[in-house]
């Protein structure tokens, strides 16, 4: 087999990868965009490549020797946007877990690195492959040297080899710096001759060669003005050449013979991906990496075909095996009890046909310690079994000690805690196709298991719970929320079937509409699904103008479109129809496939263990997700209905409630006082950072105060905010030091909040739930600026999470008392959505506001707005 290099331009890759994919963050916050594109065009080069040998180069600083020749060089250049910073320490993470060489030098660029290990291999008869997205590297290109550039994707390259580049230039390789000291380079901020662009620079290297030769015989140049420029530029275009030479010839310290690679410890990046939630790479990887239990104890136990009341005990633990991620329709695979009276397995239908373990489990006076109640006590419903007394969930136990690690597997659990007698979920029964149920003997084995390992944790945990003065938010408000997300989940939302399919059909009708519009438009029908035949529409016969082509053609991407939005009245039409389209199949459709066969409801799935600031989500569907953008998006929740006839939908929901905690942690005065004035917080912000009256306060001013007060909150930069408002980065942060300017005690808290966390190791919400940060001490800049930025949001969001999580015990609580027949079925956000008969409206109308307005007691006033109406849709 023939050595192979691969050299890889890491810089260029990061930068290509982080603007070609949206901002991704995992379950730290940890911007992963950049890193996760980088790996998907890594992963790729390893299989496409074969590499024998390989290096990722990065720039060493912002300083190198073409500095002493040109102070300016890449001067203008904007600052790195602090989400792509931060992930450059986890980027050099990455390739050392792939077991690639990475090196720096300091004076000189990555690419004089790539250009001088590049040469030196292909005197050594190797094959080298650059990859890169910055067309400087082209120059490298030799028989023996192919240059990969990036296009605007991540997927899509050209590959330059001397063939290529004469027939896209119609030059030599050598001549690729002549022609970019002519024409210069605005990202390098390598200047060339003004006036003199990639057209004119090609015609003058075909007639005279170099730019040396060209300046020689300046005389012979057409046209008088080019001349000039010519003459009056003769040093800067020598110059402007130099600066664009790849050094091949620098002081490096390594060789090609160093940067051997033999493939990578598929453990060591199974642990990277699983950091950084790489989910989709960890399932191409196809292994789950080495299980790291020690030698496992025998644990007796009895197999209980007869259950007794003699089996159980005061304080039980109980383990249900559902193994199916939707618990909603999922068999139970068995079930295990520890307690101080033995071990025992309880097969499935041996617990489903007692009288004895159905009475145990509804029994109030008999504790559970269990292992996901909210999964427990759902499956047994659905088999007509009520699971009461739950003192204990060790999922929501873990979570509050340390919402970073998310875990479902009580094995992974258990190894933060150093107990190792348990084999992974993954372990017993395999991953993905390969997922079986062995047999019983096997899941009652790790079933006991799995439930002896929570009896001797429990105590460690209820220890750090009180350390941490944390009891009290997993006794008061994570316990008893699971059980109202248990009841929530397991009512259910009715929907409307019919209205779904007849929005569908409605969809169906319009899609039709705008695709015949469109083929007028277009003077032809076509596949407008087809990126292909839709470009040659809008490129060649309509003449748009191009913005981006891809391998197979030109690019009909959503950006692309968006562009040209106001060229040709076709471009509306399209965007409308792939709106409509994705609406239909992804929410219509979606929803459709999930209503359960026996109740024609749906019944979502509230994750009460997964974000770090403490938020619910849900899944299957998720629907806090649904479009409300466009009409037909709000439409879809006309299907959401109540479950019986004269009944009402009715939605409450919290006012700005993140500005209101602001306020009152920052204790900012002015902030303060414009909430309890009832004030337009965004014209007041406005009024302050503008300093203009009310009346002056135009519709885009509190556009832009809106996104700046909401952009604090959450954390936002400088490059943020320029990208939500389409303003530059340097306005974006004039803007932001105006905000703090104007409210003082935002700006200390921000101050006070990194100092605190510094001191700490963490942040916390009103209610003691806590955010750690280790790397809020790190030397390194980036990861320090992200953790400075999580320390002043973390407090903010979380708080606001806790309050709305009060506020449903509480009503589940008043619901209660006063004997009330109205559901709650949803939490959407910072809202809550009821059912009820019609004649409980005037008592929700009051008991709703004030019950949510009262679940926390701050320095301004929450405030709840409510609608009602026979569809959620008629709600809002």
């Given at each position: 087999?023939?050595?192979?290099?691969?050299?890889?331009?890491?810089?260029?890759?990061?930068?290509?990868?982080?603007?070609?994919?949206?901002?991704?963050?995992?379950?730290?916050?940890?911007?992963?965009?950049?890193?996760?594109?980088?790996?998907?065009?890594?992963?790729?080069?390893?299989?496409?490549?074969?590499?024998?040998?390989?290096?990722?180069?990065?720039?060493?600083?912002?300083?190198?020797?073409?500095?002493?020749?040109?102070?300016?060089?890449?001067?203008?250049?904007?600052?790195?946007?602090?989400?792509?910073?931060?992930?450059?320490?986890?980027?050099?993470?990455?390739?050392?877990?792939?077991?690639?060489?990475?090196?720096?030098?300091?004076?000189?660029?990555?690419?004089?690195?790539?250009?001088?290990?590049?040469?030196?291999?292909?005197?050594?008869?190797?094959?080298?492959?650059?990859?890169?997205?910055?067309?400087?590297?082209?120059?490298?290109?030799?028989?023996?040297?192919?240059?990969?550039?990036?296009?605007?994707?991540?997927?899509?390259?050209?590959?330059?080899?001397?063939?290529?580049?004469?027939?896209?230039?119609?030059?030599?390789?050598?001549?690729?710096?002549?022609?970019?000291?002519?024409?210069?380079?605005?990202?390098?901020?390598?200047?060339?001759?003004?006036?003199?662009?990639?057209?004119?620079?090609?015609?003058?290297?075909?007639?005279?060669?170099?730019?040396?030769?060209?300046?020689?015989?300046?005389?012979?140049?057409?046209?008088?003005?080019?001349?000039?420029?010519?003459?009056?530029?003769?040093?800067?275009?020598?110059?402007?050449?130099?600066?664009?030479?790849?050094?091949?010839?620098?002081?490096?310290?390594?060789?090609?013979?160093?940067?051997?690679?033999?493939?990578?410890?598929?453990?060591?990046?199974?642990?990277?991906?699983?950091?950084?939630?790489?989910?989709?790479?960890?399932?191409?990887?196809?292994?789950?990496?080495?299980?790291?239990?020690?030698?496992?104890?025998?644990?007796?136990?009895?197999?209980?075909?007869?259950?007794?009341?003699?089996?159980?005990?005061?304080?039980?633990?109980?383990?249900?095996?559902?193994?199916?991620?939707?618990?909603?329709?999922?068999?139970?695979?068995?079930?295990?009890?520890?307690?101080?009276?033995?071990?025992?397995?309880?097969?499935?239908?041996?617990?489903?046909?007692?009288?004895?373990?159905?009475?145990?489990?509804?029994?109030?006076?008999?504790?559970?310690?269990?292992?996901?109640?909210?999964?427990?006590?759902?499956?047994?419903?659905?088999?007509?079994?009520?699971?009461?007394?739950?003192?204990?969930?060790?999922?929501?136990?873990?979570?509050?000690?340390?919402?970073?690690?998310?875990?479902?597997?009580?094995?992974?659990?258990?190894?933060?805690?150093?107990?190792?007698?348990?084999?992974?979920?993954?372990?017993?029964?395999?991953?993905?196709?390969?997922?079986?149920?062995?047999?019983?003997?096997?899941?009652?084995?790790?079933?006991?298991?799995?439930?002896?390992?929570?009896?001797?944790?429990?105590?460690?945990?209820?220890?750090?719970?009180?350390?941490?003065?944390?009891?009290?938010?997993?006794?008061?408000?994570?316990?008893?929320?699971?059980?109202?997300?248990?009841?929530?989940?397991?009512?259910?939302?009715?929907?409307?079937?019919?209205?779904?399919?007849?929005?569908?059909?409605?969809?169906?009708?319009?899609?039709?509409?705008?695709?015949?519009?469109?083929?007028?438009?277009?003077?032809?029908?076509?596949?407008?699904?087809?990126?292909?035949?839709?470009?040659?529409?809008?490129?060649?016969?309509?003449?748009?103008?191009?913005?981006?082509?891809?391998?197979?053609?030109?690019?009909?991407?959503?950006?692309?479109?968006?562009?040209?939005?106001?060229?040709?009245?076709?471009?509306?039409?399209?965007?409308?129809?792939?709106?409509?389209?994705?609406?239909?199949?992804?929410?219509?459709?979606?929803?459709?496939?999930?209503?359960?066969?026996?109740?024609?409801?749906?019944?979502?799935?509230?994750?009460?263990?997964?974000?770090?600031?403490?938020?619910?989500?849900?899944?299957?569907?998720?629907?806090?997700?649904?479009?409300?953008?466009?009409?037909?998006?709000?439409?879809?929740?006309?299907?959401?209905?109540?479950?019986?006839?004269?009944?009402?939908?009715?939605?409450?929901?919290?006012?700005?409630?993140?500005?209101r905690v602001l306020a009152h942690i920052a204790n900012d005065e002015k902030l303060i006082e414009a909430f309890n004035e009832n004030a337009d917080i965004h014209t007041k912000t406005a009024m302050d950072v503008f300093h203009v009256s009310k009346e002056e306060v135009t519709s885009n001013m509190r556009r832009q105060a809106k996104a700046v007060n909401f952009g604090i909150v959450y954390g936002i930069s400088d490059y943020g905010l320029s990208q939500s408002l389409g303003i530059t980065r340097k306005d974006a942060k004039t803007f932001i030091d105006r905000y703090l300017e104007s409210f003082p005690g935002v700006k200390a808290y921000m101050e006070e909040s990194v100092m605190d966390a510094k001191d700490k190791g963490y942040v916390t919400t009103l209610l003691h739930r806590r955010r750690y940060l280790p790397e809020i001490t790190s030397s390194n800049f980036n990861l320090r600026s992200f953790a400075e930025r999580t320390a002043m949001n973390t407090p903010i969001q979380g708080s606001a999470a806790d309050i709305i999580k009060k506020a449903m015990i509480d009503m589940a609580a008043k619901l209660e008392e006063e004997n009330m027949q109205a559901n709650l079925l949803l939490q959407v956000h910072d809202e809550l959505v009821f059912e009820a008969p019609k004649d409980e409206i005037e008592k929700l109308k009051k008991i709703v506001p004030e019950v949510m307005e009262q679940a926390v007691d701050l320095k301004v006033p929450l405030k709840v707005d409510y609608s009602y109406g026979s569809t959620w849709y008629d709600a809002k």
């Amino acid at each position: 087999m023939a050595n192979k290099l691969v050299l890889i331009d890491g810089n260029s890759i990061a930068y290509r990868a982080f603007f070609a994919l949206p901002l991704l963050s995992n379950e730290k916050g940890i911007h992963t965009n950049a890193i996760y594109g980088f790996t998907m065009i890594l992963m790729r080069i390893l299989e496409e490549e074969q590499p024998t040998h390989m290096l990722v180069a990065f720039d060493a600083g912002k300083t190198t020797f073409r500095h002493k020749t040109y102070g300016e060089y890449k001067g203008g250049r904007q600052k790195t946007p602090p989400e792509l910073s931060e992930q450059f320490s986890f980027l050099r993470e990455l390739l050392d877990a792939f077991n690639i060489k990475r090196y720096e030098l300091e004076n000189y660029e990555a690419d004089d690195i790539i250009g001088t290990l590049a040469r030196q291999a292909a005197k050594e008869d190797f094959e080298v492959k650059v990859i890169s997205g910055d067309k400087d590297l082209t120059q490298l290109a030799t028989e023996k040297i192919t240059v990969d550039i990036t296009k605007k994707g991540i997927t899509d390259v050209d590959s330059y080899t001397p063939a290529f580049i004469e027939e896209k230039y119609g030059l030599n390789v050598n001549q690729i710096i002549d022609m970019k000291g002519l024409m210069g380079d605005s990202s390098d901020n390598i200047p060339g001759v003004p006036g003199v662009g990639e057209k004119t620079a090609i015609k003058l290297l075909k007639e005279f060669g170099t730019i040396e030769t060209l300046l020689e015989s300046i005389d012979k140049v057409s046209g008088k003005k080019l001349k000039e420029k010519l003459e009056e530029n003769k040093e800067q275009a020598i110059m402007s050449k130099d600066l664009a030479t790849i050094m091949t010839e620098a002081p490096i310290e390594v060789t090609v013979s160093d940067l051997l690679y033999e493939g990578y410890d598929t453990k060591n990046v199974i642990a990277i991906f699983k950091e950084l939630s790489f989910n989709s790479l960890l399932d191409k990887l196809g292994e789950s990496g080495e299980d790291v239990t020690e030698d496992l104890e025998e644990i007796s136990f009895e197999v209980l075909e007869e259950i007794k009341e003699e089996h159980f005990a005061n304080d039980n633990f109980l383990m249900v095996e559902v193994l199916d991620e939707n618990y909603h329709k999922a068999e139970i695979q068995g079930i295990a009890l520890v307690n101080e009276k033995g071990n025992y397995f309880i097969p499935t239908e041996a617990a489903l046909k007692s009288d004895q373990f159905a009475a145990f489990a509804s029994d109030l006076t008999k504790k559970k310690s269990v292992f996901d109640a909210k999964r427990a006590i759902v499956a047994l419903k659905w088999q007509g079994i009520e699971l009461n007394g739950i003192d204990f969930d060790f999922i929501i136990a873990s979570y509050i000690v340390n919402p970073s690690e998310t875990s479902t597997d009580l094995a992974e659990i258990a190894r933060k805690k150093g107990y190792f007698q348990i084999e992974t979920d993954e372990a017993v029964y395999g991953k993905g196709a390969k997922r079986s149920i062995p047999d019983q003997e096997i899941v009652a084995k790790h079933l006991v298991r799995k439930t002896f390992a929570m009896q001797e944790m429990k105590e460690s945990f209820i220890h750090e719970l009180k350390d941490n003065e944390q009891l009290k938010l997993f006794e008061e408000l994570e316990m008893p929320l699971s059980l109202v997300l248990t009841e929530m989940e397991a009512l259910g939302i009715q929907v409307d079937r019919n209205r779904l399919e007849d929005m569908g059909e409605d969809l169906s009708n319009k899609l039709v509409k705008i695709e015949e519009k469109i083929y007028e438009l277009a003077g032809e029908t076509f596949n407008i699904n087809s990126p292909k035949q839709l470009g040659v529409i809008l490129f060649e016969k309509l003449g748009l103008p191009t913005v981006k082509k891809t391998k197979t053609g030109y690019s009909t991407s959503a950006d692309v479109l968006e562009k040209l939005a106001e060229k040709h009245e076709i471009i509306q039409q399209i965007l409308h129809y792939r709106q409509l389209g994705k609406l239909k199949s992804t929410y219509i459709e979606g929803l459709l496939k999930v209503i359960h066969r026996d109740t024609n409801k749906i019944h979502t799935r509230f994750n009460q263990a997964l974000t770090q600031t403490g938020r619910l989500s849900s899944i299957d569907p998720n629907l806090q997700n649904i479009p409300i953008r466009l009409e037909e998006g709000r439409k879809i929740r006309e299907a959401f209905i109540p479950s019986k006839e004269d009944w009402i939908i009715f939605a409450a929901d919290y006012s700005q409630i993140e500005l209101r905690v602001l306020a009152h942690i920052a204790n900012d005065e002015k902030l303060i006082e414009a909430f309890n004035e009832n004030a337009d917080i965004h014209t007041k912000t406005a009024m302050d950072v503008f300093h203009v009256s009310k009346e002056e306060v135009t519709s885009n001013m509190r556009r832009q105060a809106k996104a700046v007060n909401f952009g604090i909150v959450y954390g936002i930069s400088d490059y943020g905010l320029s990208q939500s408002l389409g303003i530059t980065r340097k306005d974006a942060k004039t803007f932001i030091d105006r905000y703090l300017e104007s409210f003082p005690g935002v700006k200390a808290y921000m101050e006070e909040s990194v100092m605190d966390a510094k001191d700490k190791g963490y942040v916390t919400t009103l209610l003691h739930r806590r955010r750690y940060l280790p790397e809020i001490t790190s030397s390194n800049f980036n990861l320090r600026s992200f953790a400075e930025r999580t320390a002043m949001n973390t407090p903010i969001q979380g708080s606001a999470a806790d309050i709305i999580k009060k506020a449903m015990i509480d009503m589940a609580a008043k619901l209660e008392e006063e004997n009330m027949q109205a559901n709650l079925l949803l939490q959407v956000h910072d809202e809550l959505v009821f059912e009820a008969p019609k004649d409980e409206i005037e008592k929700l109308k009051k008991i709703v506001p004030e019950v949510m307005e009262q679940a926390v007691d701050l320095k301004v006033p929450l405030k709840v707005d409510y609608s009602y109406g026979s569809t959620w849709y008629d709600a809002k």
